[in-house]
């Protein structure tokens, strides 16, 4: 005998979107109307599977007295009850669609609201219940009675519940289930965390109030009018008082405007009034096109500087208050960034407000991923089978519907790695025909059958040079559509680098309209046990660890390097020049806007120390253009010294996103070359029993290891090739071939033991031999440290000679020591924060200065970090260090091998000795973490080499 009892939860399973809800439309806030929010504290109950209780709780006088409580909008899993699971793209449960695990969480969620005093009869109009957010499948009671089910957890849900409102006491309750059919559409690469993570609002209808409306508002480049229409299901008056518009709902108007664009994000305030209410507009006019090859927005063909922004707080998860999605946009204006790709879902809506307000173009991507059907070939993938085939058209409809009205969207994006189907096309197809007004996105349909512009992710810079010259090879089709990367610069731990290198790219072919930096933020969980926990710290069976780490900011927002590096290779105002011909080019690198906005200033610099400064006049610059200025005499300077220009952009006034004299663009350019430290070797060695005296250094009589420079005592000082590897050296473990970080490890570059061939004395100097090499390899570098002195100053040459077959390049190659009291540190050299071969671009010459604790960078994954580039000279722990050449430098209060081996922060302990590394080479970055590794000519080859520091004892 075979029976169910549990008919009541097929709902879960349904492939169906679900029932109960009103059509999607547009989303908006009345001025009139009222509403409550129902966000705040919820009672709540947890559940081990669907059915485990019955729904009695949705009934009126239900005693949720010992139940617990969450808050709405949040995920129970943050609030103690259970924990999140991160996976990349696995279903952390048995792929066999639609089903789901029994054992599937469940949080009844109850709440007993009284209407307002001031909330209208309720025999006056109706009222709906919107849901903004809830992870993964809902069912909702109001005061006992079921008003519907759905499924969509990053899209609103509608129910009108006018008739089951009372004035108090009204209970709301909601069922919500971690796992259903809809968890096969959302396999997104980020946390699993279920519950009702958006708002949760009541929203008073009088009659005749707005139902839907489409505000259609072009700009019409070669006249400078715009075209408004607003269709509206409910007829009325739009009215734009600063345009002198009154039309009716449905008539076409065109006047003068000012365009909206990303740089000049013109909003005209207006109204849509119904019989009913009063909706406020913000109308940005602008005109997205597909013309010849191109993206083209007002006339003009756009380049994005883009990100991709997941929705992220370290202890809300999803569930993002309206200042922390501001601070995503200040801090992207802040640093140059013109787009956003909302990865991989349509954001809370109040995002989009901020993006037309402030200016980003947006690619908004609609709820659906099925990236774990790769596993199995994309057998039964969901968007190739027609069942499924409504609730793909509920999810294109329900973010269409709900984000029209921004001029910030530009493009629609049917999803994010789902594989192909007639799923997709079927989206687009209802996209096309609802929206002409944008074009569509879809990285995975590679032939561009269905879609507007050629997407790809992680493609490495060779292919993107040869699709920006036309010749790649693809669909008739797609040979005719303009290409951007919608993922690439995997900002995984250090890096990425090499987006230098990509920008060069975007900007030398048309058809190459830019790129979106995966990703924004990293999704690290706030955890005293860690600092930040990412994957597998909660245990969770199936994982993909610290791989959803990989933003350009840190949990907390705190701006990694690289996004200091990529504010600098996009900025929107190229400043080049020669410093010795005294003209600085100044180029308008933007789209649309001219230079109005900013000023420029130019500073020289003696040996990195500003001796003199002053403003430059630089024409407002439209778009596109170049102008020679010509900078004034270089103030006189008869030392022998490194002198430099610097000529920087800065905002003229405050803006709405950055203050007065905030830094936009900046660049350097050498005038005097910095000449080399000299040493002329007066003093010879001198042998003692135990010690060796040279200069003001000893050095032990055995070993020739040195011990004392003056009165500071140096620990360990030896040749390094070792880095703790980065996220990027690691690699991706698909990428077998070089992941170098993977095949140092192996070859036991992490090991190398040092053996002492020879200690000479001679006449003028101490040369200590040695060869460096791992065990059980033939490989080794031959290496030699040769001592001098002028009897003040100490001098050490390394020669480094490689020995052996080696195959792959050295992760760094330098010397470090130990030095036992050390904090403060002063450089001149490039700065503020740390560079690496292909993550540079950021590094200005000039004279810093730090803490040895602020030189780090605090990745969630300790890894190497922290290098300041070329370094002239250093001041750290009583000793003046100056490169010939420049040296990379790095301090920390670790060993290496400790850095190394921790795997969160909070694995971290500082030790008394601080580990100086002066590094003549270091590998680039890349970001093969997912994508390419180091261009070619970021390689630190193992290679013959010589390279020298002055030591001194600063007086
Ligand atoms: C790509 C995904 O689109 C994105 O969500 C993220 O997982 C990223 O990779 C890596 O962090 S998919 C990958 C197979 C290229």
């Known amino acids: 005998m075979s029976f169910r009892t549990t008919t009541a939860v097929d709902y879960v399973e349904d492939v169906s979107p679900g029932a109960g809800a009103l059509p999607p439309r547009a989303w908006y806030a009345s001025s009139d109307a009222k509403s409550l929010s129902l966000n705040g504290s919820w009672r709540f109950r947890l559940s081990a599977t669907v059915d485990a209780e019955d729904d009695s709780f949705a009934a009126e006088g239900y005693d949720a007295g010992d139940w617990a409580e969450v808050t709405v909008p949040g995920h129970w899993v943050l609030q103690g009850h259970g924990s999140p699971i991160y996976t990349n793209h696995l279903y952390p449960f048995p792929v066999d669609p639609p089903r789901v695990p029994t054992e599937n969480p469940t949080g009844d969620h109850l709440r007993v609201f009284d209407l307002p005093e001031d909330w209208p009869a309720l025999s006056e109009g109706g009222a709906v219940l919107r849901f903004d957010g809830v992870e993964s499948c809902a069912r909702v009671w109001l005061?006992?009675?079921?008003?519907?089910?759905?499924?969509?957890?990053?899209?609103?849900?509608?129910?009108a519940v006018g008739h089951l409102l009372q004035t108090v006491d009204n209970v709301l309750a909601v069922r919500v289930h971690q796992w259903s059919a809809g968890s096969y559409l959302e396999d997104q690469d980020q946390w699993w965390?279920?519950?009702?993570?958006?708002?949760?609002?009541?929203?008073?209808?009088?009659?005749g109030a707005a139902l839907d409306f489409f505000v259609h508002a072009s700009y019409d480049h070669v006249t400078g009018e715009g075209t408004l229409r607003v269709d509206s299901d409910v007829d009325g008056r739009v009215t734009v008082p600063a345009l002198d518009i009154d039309v009716a709902t449905g008539e076409a108007v065109t006047v003068p405007v000012l365009p909206w664009t990303a740089e000049t994000p013109k909003l005209y305030d207006g109204f849509l009034a119904t019989?009913?209410?009063?909706v406020p507009l913000r109308i940005g006019f602008r005109t997205?096109?597909?013309?010849?090859?191109?993206?083209?927005?007002?006339?003009?063909?756009?380049?994005?500087?883009?990100?991709?922004?997941?929705?992220?707080?370290?202890?809300?998860?999803?569930?993002?208050?309206?200042?922390?999605?501001?601070?995503?946009?200040?801090?992207?204006k802040r640093h140059n960034v013109n787009a956003v790709r909302t990865s991989h879902y349509p954001p809370h809506p109040a995002f989009l407000d901020l993006c037309d307000e402030y200016g980003l173009w947006?690619?908004?991507?609609?709820?659906?991923?099925?990236?774990?059907?790769?596993?199995?070939d994309w057998r039964d993938n969901p968007v190739d089978d027609d069942r499924w085939t409504p609730a793909l058209l509920d999810r294109a409809a329900r973010m269409v519907e709900r984000d029209k009205n921004h001029p910030s969207v530009v493009i629609w994006s049917l999803g994010n790695e789902a594989g192909t189907g007639r799923g997709l096309t079927a989206m687009a197809e209802w996209i096309h025909g609802r929206d002409a007004s944008r074009?569509?996105?879809?990285?995975?349909?590679?032939?561009?059958?269905?879609?507007?512009?050629?997407?790809?992710?992680?493609?490495?810079?060779?292919?993107?040079e040869r699709i920006g010259r036309g010749l790649d090879g693809g669909t008739h089709k797609r040979r005719r559509l303009p290409f951007i990367l919608c993922e690439y610069g995997h900002a995984m731990g250090n890096g990425p680098g090499g987006i230098a290198d990509y920008q060069r790219l975007f900007e030398a072919h048309e058809r190459l309209q830019g790129g979106f930096i995966w990703e924004w933020i990293d999704h690290g969980i706030k955890d005293p046990r860690y600092g930040y926990a990412y994957g597998g710290d909660f245990g969770e069976e199936l994982h993909d660890g610290n791989f959803v780490c990989d933003g350009l900011v840190f949990p907390d927002r705190t701006p990694s390097p690289g996004l200091v590096e990529f504010k600098k290779v996009i900025e929107p105002v190229a400043i080049t020049g020669d410093g010795t011909d005294g003209t600085v080019r100044v180029t308008n690198k933007q789209d649309f806007a001219d230079l109005s906005a900013l000023a420029f200033e130019w500073s020289y610099q003696v040996d990195g120390e500003t001796i003199e400064a002053g403003s430059l006049s630089v024409p407002s610059l439209a778009p596109g253009e170049s102008v020679d200025v010509k900078l004034p005499e270089p103030p006189a300077d008869t030392r022998r010294a490194e002198t430099r220009w610097t000529v920087r952009a800065l905002l003229a006034a405050d803006t709405a996103w950055g203050r007065k004299d905030h830094e936009v663009a900046w660049g350097e350019f050498p005038v005097t070359a910095r000449p080399s430290p000299t040493v002329v070797p007066t003093d010879g060695p001198v042998v003692g029993e135990r010690l060796i005296t040279l200069g003001p250094a000893a050095f032990d009589t055995r070993t020739g290891a040195l011990r004392t420079i003056g009165g500071v005592s140096v620990e360990g000082f030896r040749l390094d090739v070792w880095r703790a590897t980065t996220d990027n050296d690691e690699g991706a473990e698909w990428q077998s071939d070089t992941r170098y970080g993977v095949l140092w490890r192996t070859l036991g570059l992490h090991r190398v033991r040092h053996r002492l061939d020879a200690v000479e004395v001679g006449d003028a100097a101490l040369t200590v031999r040695t060869r460096v090499a791992p065990a059980a390899r033939e490989v080794g570098l031959a290496t030699v440290y040769r001592?001098?002195?002028?009897?003040?100053?100490?001098?050490?040459?390394?020669?480094?000679?490689?020995?052996?077959?080696?195959?792959?390049?050295?992760?760094?190659?330098?010397?470090?020591f130990g030095l036992a009291e050390a904090d403060q540190v002063k450089w001149f050299g490039g700065g503020p924060g740390e560079a690496y071969p292909d993550s540079r671009a950021a590094s200005m010459v000039g004279r810093w200065q730090s803490t040895v604790d602020d030189l780090q960078t605090p990745y969630v994954r300790p890894q190497e970090n922290g290098a300041r580039a070329d370094v002239r000279w250093a001041e750290i722990g009583g000793l003046r260090i100056e490169g010939d050449p420049e040296f990379w430098f790095s301090a920390r209060r670790w060993t290496n091998e400790q850095l190394d081996a921790a795997r969160h922060r909070t694995d971290l302990v500082p030790g008394d000795t601080v580990w100086v590394n002066l590094d003549h080479g270091q590998h680039g970055i890349g970001s093969q973490s997912c994508g390419p590794g180091p261009l070619p000519q970021y390689f630190l080859k193992a290679a013959p080499a010589e390279f020298s520091f002055v030591f001194s004892e600063i007086g």
């Open 143 to 159: 005061n006992g009675t079921e008003i519907g089910e759905f499924k969509g957890s990053r899209l609103p849900h509608e129910f």
């Open 193 to 207: 965390l279920p519950g009702i993570f958006r708002d949760v609002t009541l929203l008073h209808r009088p009659a």
């Open 275 to 278: 019989e009913g209410e009063r």
């Open 288 to 332: 997205v096109v597909l013309e010849d090859g191109l993206i083209k927005v007002n006339g003009r063909a756009v380049l994005f500087k883009g990100v991709n922004r997941h929705e992220w707080h370290p202890e809300q998860g999803r569930a993002l208050d309206l200042e922390t999605m501001r601070e995503d946009v200040l801090l992207m």
């Open 362 to 376: 947006v690619i908004d991507e609609c709820d659906l991923e099925t990236h774990g059907f790769v596993e199995q």
């Open 439 to 464: 074009l569509v996105h879809y990285e995975g349909d590679i032939d561009c059958r269905d879609t507007d512009v050629y997407s790809r992710m992680y493609a490495f810079h060779e292919e993107v």
């Open 787 to 816: 001592w001098t002195s002028d009897g003040d100053r100490l001098k050490l040459t390394v020669s480094v000679t490689p020995e052996g077959d080696w195959t792959v390049p050295l992760p760094r190659l330098g010397v470090r």
